[in-house]
């Protein structure tokens, strides 16, 4: 089983829209987990750090599953800016980031 | 808002040759990385660096990889025999030690070996 595992879509929705990915990973222990944000070609940027509690950014809202090992990310009233990649990561135990593969994300006028 | 710098943008250097990424993590910052991402895959984990030394390694950063902080401000992944599988875009960032560590990237160099 991968460590981080996302469905690498595309999902392809109209302006207005919501949507919502998951993530699942696989290691029990995990303790950090965060949503980034990817165009093409360029560098991961920081969207949101996951709580445990939930947390919620505008029209962004991450949830934490720590029972069936998994975070999701919801997207309302989609833009035509939110067209990206969007990168789940996680950490276990130690500072380095792993990353899932991505879901790309196509919002449509 | 402060970020992290890369150079050069892109490089292209032929196989067996060595290469040096710079980067300038943000002023503040304590811990640092260096992560990679092939062409269509996902990014990948090479290396951490604190209080000048490594922290933390993964598999792919064997020999033929070091890192160094040559001074107060810049952090250099050197390749020392650039094979063709190491063309890959070479992502620095880095962060302060809090509780969520969140880990801040710069716009990445991208390596091409031919």
């Known amino acids: 089983r991968k460590e981080v595992e996302q469905d690498p879509g595309p999902f392809n929705v109209p302006e207005g829209a919501t949507v919502a990915f998951n993530c699942t990973y696989s290691?029990?222990?995990?303790?950090?987990f965060f949503w980034y944000r990817q165009d093409c070609r360029k560098e991961p940027k920081l969207l949101m750090s996951?709580?445990?509690s939930g947390n919620e950014d505008g029209r962004f809202t991450a949830q934490l599953n720590r029972a069936s090992q998994y975070i999701s990310l919801l997207i309302r009233d989609s833009k035509l800016s939110d067209s990206a990649t969007y990168l789940c990561v996680v950490t276990s135990g130690t500072y380095k980031y792993i990353f899932g593969t991505g879901t790309r994300l196509k919002v449509l006028a | 808002e402060p970020e992290v710098t890369q150079t050069p943008s892109h490089q292209v250097t032929q196989m067996g040759q060595e290469v040096i990424l710079r980067c300038v993590p943000i002023?503040?910052?304590?811990?640092f990385y260096w992560y990679r991402q092939i062409l269509g895959q996902k990014v990948e984990f090479l290396v951490s660096f604190y209080n000048n030394e490594i922290s933390e390694k993964s598999e792919i950063f064997d020999d033929q990889f070091s890192v160094e902080r040559p001074d107060g401000s810049n952090f250099t992944l050197k390749i020392r025999s650039t094979k063709l599988e190491d063309s890959a875009m070479y992502f620095c960032?880095?962060?302060?030690?809090?509780?969520?560590?969140?880990?801040?990237f710069g716009p990445g160099t991208r390596l091409t070996v031919l």
């Open positions: 996951v709580y445990s």
């Open positions: 002023s503040n910052h304590l811990y």
């Open positions: 960032a880095s962060s302060q030690r809090t509780v969520y560590n969140e880990q801040f």
């Open positions: 290691n029990s222990a995990s303790q950090s």
